[in-house]
């Protein structure tokens, strides 16, 4: 009885020094040289917890201003699973986003969007696949393509909107942008299949960024499942289309090389993928931006009042003339709107707008960051009262006399740098401009429940309401 108590003592004191050890390990990771302070929090778990709280979405997390008191602008952590160097130093940011081209991310989100997937396979796919979107989404495809469609839907929505009495700007941004690019993309569809498609996109990004696992019921599970039947149902109508001689879309006339006589540039697999990934993208990013610049515009009657003018002379313009659409001329002169749309941009950039794969061993300073850890560069130059006095104020004019169509400085970054700077930079801007008009051409108010939050994406957890009059003749007063 003595040896079996011994035995068992034994087996659980080994059991207990490895675990020490694991712990030991995993608390203090090994580096060819010194790495950056920090805390590796629970193992594997680590602080995503933390990381993930909820935050308003118009400040920079506390967890990141908390972090950086205590270890400084460059410090080590892990999320999901991962080591992970977060930075808020310009200068490393700005190097980073140069040297290193592989996207950084949790292995759910790498798995959402596929192994093969051209758009995070590699450097020259990249490059490939930022080709074909720029002759898409640039100032040219844009001006040609985009921007009568854009309006055409936005006015459309608006006035079903205001028949009712309100919408949901997030939910009726993403509408918008869903059958613009489903037509762009797909063109014609059997009303199921577009029915589907619709549902597809609409409820795929919820959650990006979580654990790896994927356990039935679970979200990554959830997320797998859907991308699955999204791609099959994206391939069956390329397919059938192909096969009968139907026309598909202008996009993918770019992609097959169906457009000046080109030669097919990547295969029906490829395709689907690029699409899938492109439509995720869009559909999680402009529509949320676009809901918190409207609550921001709601709590500014200044910025409100200024915005209704411009519009209503552009609007007033247009009915001299006898004509209804926007022009990409019409859209440039939109200045005031591109002021707040600037300043918008700059104080929700409340996440990482730069991810990367370290891809080589990087020195900073006395430390050095790993090769394959994640990196995550914050833009809190955004927050520095040195570059934007009084930076927390949402001050659209502090842009006056300022080049409007840079997307990239040293003090702005909200699209990101380097070889991943968002190619749709210009697209988003355009669309959140148009649906500004139209809605500067009613009486409108947002609910002041309207809540702005980001648990890494934004949310609304009361929704993003405006109730709008059917009256045009906008009052000109500060307050509604």
């Known amino acids: 009885m003595v040896e079996v108590y011994e035995f068992w003592t034994i087996i659980v004191t080994l059991v207990v020094v490895k675990l020490c050890h694991w712990i030991y390990k995993w608390r203090n990771p090994t580096s060819n040289g010194k790495l950056p302070p920090g805390s590796m929090g629970f193992p594997i778990i680590g602080e995503t917890l933390e990381f993930m709280k909820p935050h308003d979405a118009f400040q920079l997390p506390t967890f990141l ?15 999901f699973g991962a080591g992970v160097i977060i930075s808020t130093d310009i200068g490393l940011n700005m ?27 590699s450097k020259e796919s990249h490059k490939h696949v930022r ?6 989404l ?12 854009i309006d055409s839907l936005a006015r459309t929505h608006m006035e079903l909107g205001a028949k009712n009495g309100g919408l949901d700007i997030k939910e009726t941004s993403s509408k918008i942008l869903i059958e613009c690019l489903a037509k762009k993309v797909m063109g014609d569809m059997e009303p199921h299949a577009a029915k589907e498609l619709t549902q597809c996109w609409r409820g795929f990004p919820r959650g990006w960024f979580r654990f790896s696992w994927s356990i039935p019921g679970n979200g990554v599970y959830r997320m797998l499942k859907a991308r699955k039947q999204m791609m099959n149902l994206l391939k069956e109508t390329v397919l059938k289309k192909r096969a009968s001689g139907e026309e598909l879309g202008e996009f993918f006339k770019i992609i097959f090389g169906e457009t000046e006589g080109g030669s097919e540039k990547m ?7 690029y699409i899938f990934t492109f439509f995720v993208i ?3 990013t402009t529509p949320g931006v676009l809901a918190a610049t409207v609550k921001l515009i709601n709590d500014n009657p200044k910025v409100k009042q200024e915005l209704q003018r411009e519009h209503k002379r552009i609007f007033q313009d247009k009915t001299e003339k006898d004509e209804a659409d926007l022009t990409w001329e019409d859209y440039k002169s939109m200045t005031f709107t591109q002021m707040v749309i600037n300043e918008s941009l700059r104080i929700t950039s409340t996440v990482p707008t730069m991810l990367r794969i370290v891809e080589h ?17 914050f833009p809190s130059v955004h927050f520095n009262p040195e570059k934007y006095e009084d930076p927390l104020a949402f001050n659209p004019w502090r842009w006056e006399g300022k080049d409007l169509s840079v997307i990239l400085s040293r003090t702005y970054m909200p699209f990101g740098a380097g070889s991943r700077l968002c190619l749709g930079a210009e697209f988003a801007k355009m669309q959140m401009a148009i649906f500004i008009h139209h809605l500067c ?9 309207t809540k702005v939050l980001r648990r890494f994406i934004l949310m609304f957890p009361r929704g993003s309401d405006v109730q709008i009059s059917e009256d045009t003749e906008v009052d000109n007063s500060a307050v509604y």
């Open 282 to 284: 869009a559909n999680e």
């Open 361 to 377: 061993e990087t020195h900073v300073g006395d430390y050095t960051i790993p090769a394959g850890w994640i990196f995550m560069g």
């Open 267 to 273: 295969s029906i697999e490829n395709a689907i993928e």
């Open 131 to 136: 080709n074909l979107t720029s002759q898409f």
């Open 95 to 121: 190097e980073i986003a140069k040297t290193n081209h592989a996207p950084g991310a949790p292995k759910s989100l790498a798995r959402f969007f596929g192994e093969n997937n051209l758009f995070v396979k």
């Open 138 to 149: 640039g100032s040219q495809g844009l001006r040609l393509r985009m921007i009568q469609d």
């Open 441 to 449: 051409r009613y009486k409108w108010s947002m609910k002041t429940e």
């Open 65 to 79: 201003t908390q972090k950086i008191v205590r270890y400084g602008p460059v410090f080590r952590t892990s999320l």
